[in-house]
C-alpha cells in the first residue's frame, strides 16, 4: 500500500493547484479516501473526502474552493485547490485504509 502526493509548490493568493495522489498496491476506488492538511505548527486538517460510490464530502471551511476527484483509470485522486490564500500554506496529504502518503507541500505567498 503507498500512496505519493505531488502537485504542491510556490503559488500566489487568489491562484489554483492541482494535487495528485497516486496509489499503487491497492485499488483507490475500492475505499473512501480523503485529504488533509497540517499548516505549519498547526494541527492536522481534514480537508475532503471520496467514497467508493464517488459521493464527495467537504469541509465546510473549504467548501466552494477546493473540489476532489478520482480517475480509477489511473488509480489517482486529485483535489483542485482554487482561490489560494496565505492560510492554505501547509502540507496536503492524501489518506486511504490508515494509510498516508508522505504529502506535498503548498506556500501561499506573493
Known amino acids: 500500500v503507498h500512496l505519493v502526493e505531488s502537485g504542491g509548490g510556490l503559488v500566489q493568493p487568489g491562484g489554483s493547484l492541482r494535487l495528485s495522489c497516486a496509489a499503487s498496491?491497492?485499488?483507490?476506488?475500492?475505499?473512501?479516501m480523503s485529504w488533509a492538511r497540517q499548516p505549519p505548527g498547526k494541527g492536522l486538517e481534514w480537508l475532503s473526502g471520496i467514497g467508493p460510490d464517488g459521493k464527495t464530502y467537504y469541509a465546510d471551511f473549504m467548501k466552494g474552493r477546493i473540489t476532489i476527484s478520482r480517475d480509477n483509470a489511473k488509480n489517482t485522486a486529485y483535489l483542485q485547490l482554487n482561490t489560494l490564500k496565505y492560510e492554505d500554506s501547509a502540507r496536503y496529504f492524501c489518506?486511504?485504509?490508515?494509510?498516508w502518503g508522505q504529502g506535498t507541500q503548498v506556500t501561499v505567498s506573493s
Open positions: 498496491g491497492f485499488t483507490l476506488s475500492s475505499s473512501p
Open positions: 489518506v486511504m485504509e490508515g494509510n
